[in-house]
């Protein structure tokens, strides 16, 4: 699987973004993706995930209520929306993808990373 992630900027307090991860390879269809952040100085967190149907997500309690994520499967492209978003906001995100069907939330299944995209919330 590969990765292409993007749609990071700068974006004021309470504004919104919408991340893209472009994916390609045989096993892209069958792959849990996932998006992730990290912080400068923090460890990398996984905020949100899909599984390969779409069926099923998964978010992190920090982001719970502001984010959605999304797989469209004719254009390849997994979405995050990124509402009232605040300056802990402010990461680098990552796409990966996991080939996993239930556990979805499992951050360490993840193995098929993607380069990140910078989001900046400025208050």
């Known amino acids: 699987v590969q990765l292409q992630a993007s749609g990071g900027g700068l974006v004021q307090a309470g504004g919104s973004l919408r991340l893209s991860c472009a994916a390609s390879?045989?096993?892209?269809?069958?792959?849990?993706i996932g998006w992730f952040r990290q912080a400068p100085g923090k460890e990398r967190e996984l905020v949100a995930a899909i599984s390969w149907n779409g069926e099923s997500t998964y978010y992190a309690a920090s982001v719970k209520g502001r984010v959605t994520i999304s797989r469209d499967s004719a254009k390849n492209t997994i979405y995050l929306q990124l509402n009232s978003l605040s300056p802990e906001d402010t990461a680098v995100f990552y796409c990966a993808a996991a080939w996993t069907t239930v556990q979805i939330d499992d951050s360490k299944l993840y193995k098929y990373w993607g380069q990140g995209t910078l989001v900046t919330v400025s208050s």
């Open positions: 390879g045989r096993t892209y269809s069958r792959s849990a």
